[in-house]
T-cell receptor, first 112, second 112 residues
Framework: EAQVTQNPRYLITVTGKKLTVTCSQNMNHEYMSWYRQDPGLGLRQIYYSMNVEVTDKGDVPEGYKVSRKEKRNFPLILESPSPNQTSLYFCASSPGLTGELFFGEGSRLTVL | GEDVEQSLFLSVREGDSSVINCTYT??????LYWYKQEPGAGLQLLTY?????DMKQDQRLTVLLNKKDKHLSLRIADTQTGDSAIYFCAGEEDTGRRALTFGSGTRLQVQP
């Protein structure tokens, strides 16, 4: 089954404790992206990757890092999480040049 | 960047038509999208319209695009309880990073 898989789905952590949210897609998509969803704000792009070893900042990259060592994986790294990073995070991938995104089920992160 | 605005909430009775509206600012968007988010799930692409089209119909869904007023709407005919979800419109910025700018979402509640 074609899918985008994120882990963990739910996480409660404390300020400053590094964490990684993994994202994997099995559709051989070149493009991958991370979004955060906050009430009243819709989805905002954090980082994106056009291909392996090619990553770039989205609209809200501060406090996040990503890597794209393999085509299928695009982890999101919070080196020192803060409470304002409490949010619902979505990974997405895309097969082509349009904005047809395939989303993971989301990772709800709470930073205390 | 692009701004996309939607009303927050719509309630309809089962069997009625639903119309969800969206306005956007960036007229250079090549495609405009409608995504659906069911509770606890990621977003799913419902339909999209190319910017040089005025209307697109896909089974119970009709998308209307008024480029002059920068207004996009999604009409769902014969709305069912299974259509209850949050609907996001999104525009694709002409920046080369294939980023979608999402509205804040319209929660559709379908009453039996």
């Amino acid at each position: 089954e074609a899918q985008v898989t994120q882990n963990p789905r739910y996480l409660i952590t404390v300020t400053g404790k590094k964490l990684t949210v993994t994202c994997s897609q099995n559709m051989n998509h070149e493009y991958m992206s991370w979004y955060r969803q906050d009430p009243g704000l819709g989805l905002r792009q954090i980082y994106y990757s056009m291909n392996v070893e090619v990553t770039d900042k989205g609209d809200v990259p501060e406090g996040y890092k990503v890597s794209r060592k393999e085509k299928r994986n695009f982890p999101l790294i919070l080196e020192s999480p803060s409470p304002n990073q409490t949010s619902l995070y979505f990974c997405a991938s895309s097969p082509g040049l349009t904005g047809e995104l395939f989303f993971g089920e989301g990772s709800r992160l709470t930073v205390l | 960047g692009e701004d996309v605005e939607q009303s927050l909430f719509l309630s309809v009775r089962e069997g009625d038509s639903s119309v969800i509206n969206c306005t956007y600012t960036d007229s250079s968007s090549t495609y405009l999208y409608w995504y659906k988010q069911e509770p606890g799930a990621g977003l799913q692409l419902l339909t999209y319209i190319f910017s040089n089209m005025d209307m697109k119909q896909d089974q119970r869904l009709t998308v209307l695009l008024n480029k002059k007023d920068k207004h996009l709407s999604l009409r769902i005919a014969d709305t069912q309880t299974g259509d209850s979800a949050i609907y996001f419109c999104a525009g694709e910025e002409d920046t080369g990073r294939r980023a979608l700018t999402f509205g804040s979402g319209t929660r559709l509640q379908v009453q039996p």
